[in-house]
C-alpha cells in the first residue's frame, strides 16, 4: 500500500509529498522482492542461485543444468547427514521419484525398484546410495519390467484386462 494512501486529502495533491511517498513505496517494493526471494532461497523446491552454494558447501559435483536433480541431490545430502539407515536410503529414493522396495539380508542391500522409468534419475539416485550407503554391505539393484519378448504370445484380448504396470512388472494368469 502507498503511504500516499494512508496521507490527510490535504497532503495528497502536494508534489513533493507524493514524490517522497512514490520513492519510499519503491524501496519497499524492491526490499519486499529481496525478502521474497531470500525466503524462496531457503526453500529447497524454490532455491535457484542459492543451489550453488549449498552444493559447495556439502561437497556436490554441480553436473547438470536440471536444477530438479539439483535440488534432490541437495536433499539426499541433507537427509544422509553422515548417516545411513534403510529409511533414509527409501527418502532418497522416493526424492529422486522412484518408488522402490529395500532390505537388508546377509549383508547384501536390495533395492528393488518398482515404476522406474527414467534412467537419468536412477543413476542419480544409484550415485547418491553408492556415497552413503555402509562400505561392507554389496548393494543389489533389482529393476525388473517384462519385455514385448515376454507378451507377444499374448493376444489383446487376453492383455487388455490388466493395467499399464500390470503388463510390465505383475504376475498374469496363463
Known amino acids: ?25 519503491n524501496l519497499e517494493s524492491k526490499v519486499m522482492n529481496g525478502i521474497k526471494d531470500i525466503v524462496n532461497q531457503n526453500i529447497l ?4 542461485w542459492f543451489l550453488s552454494q549449498k552444493e559447495k558447501e556439502l561437497g556436490i559435483a554441480n553436473d547438470t543444468d536440471d536444477i530438479n536433480i539439483r535440488r534432490i541431490r541437495v536433499l539426499s545430502k541433507n537427509l544422509s547427514n553422515g548417516k545411513s539407515s534403510v529409511d533414509i536410503i527409501k527418502e532418497i529414493v522416493s526424492g529422486f521419484g522412484i518408488n522402490a522396495d529395500i532390505s537388508v539380508n546377509n549383508l547384501v542391500l536390495t533395492i528393488e525398484l518398482k515404476n522406474a522409468e527414467s534412467n537419468t534419475l536412477i543413476n542419480y539416485a544409484k550415485k547418491e546410495i553408492d556415497e552413503i550407503a555402509p562400505a561392507h554391505l554389496l548393494i543389489n539393484y533389482v529393476n ?15 492383455l487388455k484386462q490388466y493395467t499399464h504396470n ?8 496363463e
Open 45 to 48: 523446491n524454490t532455491a535457484t
Open 144 to 158: 525388473y519390467t517384462r519385455t514385448h519378448d515376454e507378451l507377444k504370445r499374448f493376444t489383446h484380448d487376453e
Open 1 to 25: 500500500m502507498k503511504l500516499i494512501n494512508l496521507m490527510h486529502n490535504l497532503y495528497k495533491k502536494d508534489k513533493v509529498t507524493i514524490d517522497i511517498s512514490n520513492a519510499v513505496y
Open 166 to 173: 500390470e503388463l510390465k512388472e505383475g504376475v498374469l494368469n
